[in-house]
């Protein structure tokens, strides 16, 4: 219901306006925070073949490797001791499931 003295509002088209080009959306280099890049990736993996795994990492690794459900559980309970949250520790056991399968089609 329109208000008294005023005319109710009109659909307008969707080409009103002044007519203008758009431009291309710069990329910010904020939007790639967090991405791995391929030099990052190498420094990571030259460390790691240069230290080795930490004392939890191998403990996890050899729970894993007993293969039974509890010890997967086990696992997650180690690494999430050690990194302080859930999502870490799953995140880690997933990195060692893949080191350990890496491992094995080496050999």
């Known amino acids: 219901m329109a208000r008294p003295g005023k005319a109710p509002k ?25 991405r791995l890049s391929k030099r990052t990736a190498l420094v990571r993996s030259v460390i ?12 996890v690794i050899e729970l894993l490797q007993a293969g039974s459900t ?4 086990k696992a997650l309970k180690v690494a999430k001791k050690r ?7 799953i995140n880690k056991r997933e990195y ?11 050999n």
């Open 10 to 34: 009109k659909a307008k088209k969707l080409t009103k306006g002044h007519a203008v080009t758009k431009l291309a959306k710069v990329s910010k280099t904020s939007y790639r925070k967090g």
């Open 48 to 59: 790691r073949e240069v230290t080795g795994f930490a004392p939890y990492e191998r403990k």
């Open 70 to 73: 509890k010890d997967e559980k």
């Open 83 to 89: 990194l302080g949250t859930h999502k870490r520790g």
């Open 96 to 106: 060692m499931r893949m080191i350990m399968q890496k491992m094995r089609h080496k």
